[in-house]
């Protein structure tokens, strides 16, 4: 053999050895809901946060899995002594994925708009409390309250208080910029939308993951089959724990069943007939059996709530006791309230825990002697039509987002149509009381003042089922929060 041939020869292991060296780290996740908008500050799409937040867009704070609150684009910051004045210092450095500079001007711009009249940021009320926001230069902002908000700090790490810059903010319903460790690449409606790496971010030398690819997979079957295949690396949020053994029987995966900040709730449209009449309500809570619900909708993986409040939080009082199924109770409240034999629409989007609860709830209203029509309609119609119009009868849905009791006190114009002074003023109370304790009691009534009312037919708290390959780490197994951050997670 000659010399050169041996020369060759290591050239082309030192060539496949560097080629190895650089492979591509890639995270296939799979997903039950696609958006129909990539910007959080002004859809209310919860996938949006499970993909976006925190890695392509950036908060000032950011959120532990504790839920403890944590710096993010804001390094540091101090609050006066009265309780009402922010200071935030912002890291320095910091970049948009266009290259354009990140300052104080783009918070300003960024909270300007979510407090705008004509504001379509899907929690106006994060911004409600604040009186001013003032960037006295290009590192500080400063933010003064009306109002002590015992929520602020850990609201402003929530997508919707994403920073964005009055430079692209127009574009990011399709293509998202923000300063965070991962860029937006492609979006394949229907199918997939995939982030690549951010090398410029200030953290990115501790970010293994080069490549992150969401599927869109709301069938179950469909997303066991894709998960079996290995065509998934990752499932948070699994929509199908009748499949759980399977996966659980495979040593190529681990299987956690977590928490969420998630109350799945038979919401009932207050605003009109019959649901203003609070009887009526009654007679739904009394008609559904929470029990079955749970068993035939999520094979008994999912706690029972009785009140809108989860059951894994401090200031929990178990009120599932508050209204016991009985059937015949029900008929006799319904004729009393001059309902009976009425057909209830139920409109449920195309999530599994919705449309498996509908059925039974259906059944257990039937058996009261209400005819409930189910409509299975797709995610952007249900955002049309039950979210922004109210056009609906009833619903199913999980409010995946935490500390959000202040749903109650949003008025008639929010898509519950429920406007009670009382509630109104006891949130008022909750948000501005900064001792936990005094806080506690106050959330404590707030869930018996809610269950009284029956609002709605609270039924139980959505789990977090996450199906991840045994090489995968850093996933959270439970959710205090609707984002999931993807830079401390390694593939090994």
């Known amino acids: 053999m000659t010399t050169r041939s041996l020369s060759a020869i290591a050239a ?9 060296a650089q492979a ?12 129909t908008s990539l910007d959080p500050t002004s859809d209310a799409t919860a996938s949006i946060d499970g993909m976006l937040t925190q890695n392509v867009y950036e908060s000032l704070t950011t959120v532990a899995p504790t839920g403890d609150v944590l710096p993010q684009l804001a390094e540091s910051w101090t609050v006066s002594d009265n309780g009402l004045t922010y200071t935030f210092k912002l890291a320095q450095g910091v970049k948009y994925h266009d290259g354009t500079d990140f300052d104080s001007a783009d918070v300003l711009f960024a909270f300007n708009r979510a407090m705008a009249e004509g504001s379509t940021n899907p929690s106006k009320g994060y911004f409600k409390p604040i009186a001013s926001v003032e960037a006295p230069d290009a590192q500080t902002v400063v933010i003064t309250l009306k109002k002590k908000d015992a929520f602020f700090l850990f609201n402003m790490a929530q997508g919707d208080a994403s920073i964005v810059a009055e430079e692209s903010v127009d574009g990011n319903a399709t293509t998202p910029i923000g300063t965070g460790p991962f860029k937006y690449d492609s979006w394949t409606r229907g199918d997939r939308l995939t982030l690549v790496k951010n090398p410029d971010w200030r953290g990115a030398s501790g970010v293994q993951l080069d490549k992150v690819e969401f599927r869109f997979i709301a069938d179950p079957a469909a997303a066991a089959a894709a998960i079996m295949s290995d065509e998934i690396d990752a499932y948070p949020g699994f929509g199908a724990p009748e499949m759980l053994p399977q996966f659980e029987a495979d040593p190529r995966f681990s299987v956690n069943v977590g928490s969420t900040e998630g109350e799945v709730i038979l919401a009932m449209n207050n605003s009109k007939p019959p649901f203003d009449n609070i009887e009526v309500r009654r007679a739904v809570s009394t008609a559904i059996d929470r029990e079955e619900i749970i068993e035939g909708a999520m094979y008994g993986v999912a706690v029972p709530i009785g009140s809108f409040y989860p059951p894994h939080g401090s200031a929990y009082v178990d009120l599932t006791g508050a209204y ?3 059937a015949a109770k029900a008929k006799a409240m319904f004729e009393a309230a001059g309902v009976a034999g ?8 195309p999530f599994a825990y919705a449309t498996r609860s509908a059925e039974i709830i ?25 979210y922004k119009k109210k056009n609906y009868d009833m619903t199913i849905i999980a409010h995946t987002s935490p500390n959000d009791m202040g749903n109650f006190a949003r008025g008639p114009d929010y898509f ?6 009382k509630m109104t003023a006891l949130w008022d109370s909750i948000s501005t009381e900064a001792d936990d304790a005094k806080r506690a009691e106050l959330l404590k009534e707030g869930q018996k003042y809610l269950s009284d009312q029956a609002v709605h037919g609270f039924l139980f708290q959505l789990p977090q089922i996450s199906i991840i390959k045994t090489n995968v780490k850093g996933f959270w197994q439970s959710s205090p929060v609707l984002f999931q951050p993807l830079a401390g997670i390694t593939v090994e």
Request: aromatic residues 10%; hydrophobic residues 45%.
């Open 24 to 35: 591509e780290t890639k995270l296939v996740i799979g997903l039950q809901q696609e958006p």
């Open 324 to 326: 016991p199924h009985d």
């Open 416 to 421: 519950y149509g429920y406007n009670d002074p």
């Open 362 to 386: 259906q059944a257990e209203l039937a058996e009261a002697g209400i005819d409930a029509k189910v409509e299975n309609v797709e995610w952007g119609f249900w955002l049309d039509e039950v």
């Open 12 to 20: 082309l292991g030192m060539a496949l050895f560097a080629a190895a």
């Open 342 to 349: 009425t057909t209830m629409t139920l409109r449920v989007p």
